[in-house]
């Protein structure tokens, strides 16, 4: 999938006007009926089926919060099936919309930009439930998960399960990121897929809970681990591809402690500065080909490179810099290049400069829980996005290495840090 880009100068970009804000469309049955066909034979390859827990508590035409993993293409295919023929809305990022917002509106998305605080998509979906009498379909962790376990969760979640005011259903899906993961260019397996749709809590319920409480909750739902499960239910994964740019998660040797110097290809990662090789198996272990194995799990080695992210904010020696050509994001007609610039993180959060000057753009560690960052983001390119309500700014690194999987990281661990701090002030 490639999305629309277009070149224009940093202040023509500033100087078009402000999108216009569109109440959310319920989806009539002409495009129910339409994404259910097309979706079709995409779940008849996987041999896709669907357990349902608990939903004869849901009534015919009552509308609820779907809150479902993600983890590829195939999770739209799978809502467009299960549901049908109730209606829904979906959220969805702002890029998705790029050149074909009209379709995006009618089959029911709403748009919104990924991990920047927005209160207008909070009416939107609340206007959904109330006065369209659709269901809102969420993916809560906003973005594809890297090493196949669940992403950070938001703490406002809770909350806002609260201020909705309608019953909540969990959509668990089990296959779909092992038949195709974002790390390996979404090339796909020989997986099949499966998935669960549970009756989670009903209003009476969630009108007893505190917001903790039901945070709580939704974290257990989220607690999963797509590795361990293709192990666990021996999965074989054969294709010869499948550690292919699996240095996108691992970028780090744990036995040099090298970063952006590991390459997956093929069945093999190795480390270029040490000459370090794992094998990726048929089940999902990583093996070393000689001498010890420090990770056999690509999850464990992947929190490992979390506690380093961390030491290195604890020891104040955390920082990311590099060259970057720049994309902007201000409506959902284009996504405009604006030329190079720098992106720098750090303690103090990102910082973004470009277009001869004009561009210097700040954003502080307690802006965000976490980081918009993607691989071969509409096979254009890794990215870090970073911004605001007026405007994205998409920045794909120049310099060579593996570095959006621990920009995310740090994000994450620089937010975490800032709320300690606050909570014990």
């Known amino acids: 999938m490639k999305i629309k880009i277009t070149p224009k100068k940093y202040e023509d970009v500033l100087a078009l ?7 959310p469309k319920k989806p009539n049955i002409f495009f129910r009926t339409l994404l259910k066909l097309v979706s079709i034979p995409g779940l008849m390859g996987v041999n896709f089926k669907c357990t349902k827990i608990g939903m004869e508590e849901l009534g015919k035409k009552e509308p609820c919060l779907y809150l479902m993993n993600h983890s590829s293409f195939i999770d739209l295919e799978i809502v467009a099936s299960i549901l049908y023929p109730r209606p829904f809305n979906i959220v969805a ?4 919309f790029v050149g074909k917002s009209w379709l995006m509106r009618q089959i029911g998305c709403i748009p919104t930009k990924k991990f920047v605080f927005d209160i207008g998509l909070v009416r939107d979906m609340t206007h959904t439930v109330r006065k369209l009498g659709s269901s809102v379909v969420m993916y809560p962790e906003a973005s594809y998960s890297f090493d196949g376990t669940a992403t950070t969760l938001p703490d406002s979640l809770g909350k806002f399960v609260k201020l909705l005011d309608v019953p909540v259903v969990m959509i668990r899906t089990y296959g779909a990121f092992t038949r195709q993961p974002l790390y390996n260019d979404l090339k796909k397996r020989k997986v099949d897929v499966s998935a669960d749709m549970k009756y989670l809590l009903s209003r009476d319920e969630i009108k007893k809970m505190s917001a903790e409480e039901i945070n709580d909750i939704l974290a257990a739902e989220f607690n999963f681990d797509n590795f361990r499960w293709q192990q666990e239910n021996k ?5 010869p591809y ?6 996108r998660v691992l970028y780090k040797c744990p036995h040099c402690n090298r ?10 990662l190795t480390c270029s500065a040490c000459g370090k090789v794992y094998e990726l198996d048929e089940y999902g272990f990583l093996k070393a080909t000689e001498g010890d194995t420090k990770f056999d799990h690509i999850p464990d080695w ?6 380093c992210v961390r030491k290195e904010i604890e020891d104040g020696t955390y920082s990311f810099e590099a060259p970057v050509r720049i994309c902007m994001g201000v409506d959902l007609k284009k996504i405009y290049y604006i030329g190079k610039g720098r992106l720098t993180h750090s303690k103090d959060g990102f910082h973004l400069t470009g277009a001869g000057g004009k561009l210097d753009y700040k954003q502080n560690p307690q802006a965000t829980y976490s980081l918009y960052s993607d691989f071969n983001w509409y096979e254009v390119g890794d990215i870090i996005c970073i911004g605001n309500q007026k405007a994205l700014y998409y920045c794909f690194p120049e310099t060579e290495g593996d570095f959006v999987a621990k920009v995310r990281l740090a994000t994450e661990e620089l937010y975490n840090i800032y709320k300690i701090e606050k909570n014990k002030g």
């Open 302 to 307: 992947f929190a490992w490179e979390r506690e």
């Open 259 to 268: 970063e952006g110097k590991t390459l997956g290809k093929g069945i093999s």
């Open 235 to 239: 999965i074989k994964i054969d294709e």
């Open 17 to 23: 006007p402000p999108e216009k804000h569109l109440r």
């Open 93 to 96: 990022t702002t890029d998705s």
């Open 242 to 247: 499948r550690a292919d740019l699996l240095n």
